[in-house]
């Protein structure tokens, strides 16, 4: 495994390390009144990561014997075609993301999730389970992380590594907040409240699927064979 790899992997992870399963909702463990209970954090960090392992290391074993045809599959028009769409459909959806945000939409669903989450009767494991599987597939440095190990053509012991550091390092920021809070206390109460009323107030969601399916639609368009995209 070669270091540009491993780079991308780690830039990829630290940007993974910043959604809302993997730093938000332990935020709000660490801010939850009281004292702080490492071991909910601690259980929810681990079976997010563990999650994702699984999934990443699932796919990129299912998808290797396959390249070849999936290489030959992607480079066809009709795949082309079905790319244009999907980008235009991402494009249009992140203009429906924006106005549920403005609308409050949004804002509505995290008070829910937050309620979930400091909930004394919630299953901890259980809710870090749902929060994943309903982000899996729009983390797209997951995905593309996965696309990467796919492509380099790892034995699966080198594989499984490489996703197994991938899933850990998502979770080292949390990690590290869990040990901030517990050694200074409510010191750092302040920056994770700011943090976390930035997190919530922030349409990035919206702006990250517009920019995708601009790109692929784009991407699509100029592999069609439009003359002025192509040179």
């Known amino acids: 495994m070669n270091l540009p790899l491993l780079g991308s992997l780690a830039a990829l992870a630290l940007i993974d390390s910043t959604s809302f399963g993997t730093l938000l909702i332990p935020i709000w463990l660490l801010l939850d009144p009281g004292r702080v209970r490492p071991g909910r954090i601690l259980i929810f960090l681990g079976t997010v990561g563990a999650f994702y392992f699984a999934v990443g290391v699932t796919i990129a074993l299912v998808a290797g014997p396959f390249l070849p045809q999936i290489s030959r599959a992607a480079h066809h028009p009709a795949t082309t075609w079905a790319q244009l769409f999907v980008g235009i459909g991402l494009f249009l959806w992140s203009l429906h993301l924006d106005r549920r945000h403005r609308s409050g939409d949004a804002g509505g669903r995290m008070v829910r999730w937050r309620e979930r989450a400091l909930s004394g009767e919630t299953n901890i494991a259980r809710l870090a389970l749902v929060a994943a599987a309903a982000e899996v597939t729009t983390m797209l440095p997951y995905l593309a992380a996965i696309g990467l190990l796919t492509t380099a053509t790892l034995p699966a012991g080198r594989l499984t590594l490489a996703m197994a550091g991938y899933c850990l390092l998502m979770i080292v920021p949390a990690l590290l907040l869990l040990a901030a809070r517990l050694a200074a206390g409510d010191r ?28 692929l639609a784009y991407n699509a368009v100029a592999k069609l064979g439009v003359p002025h995209l192509n040179g």
Request: aromatic fraction near 18%; avoid cysteine.
């Open 188 to 215: 750092v109460a302040k920056p994770l409240t700011r943090f976390n009323d930035w997190f919530v107030n922030s349409n990035s969601a919206s702006w990250v699927v517009g920019v995708i399916g601009f790109l």
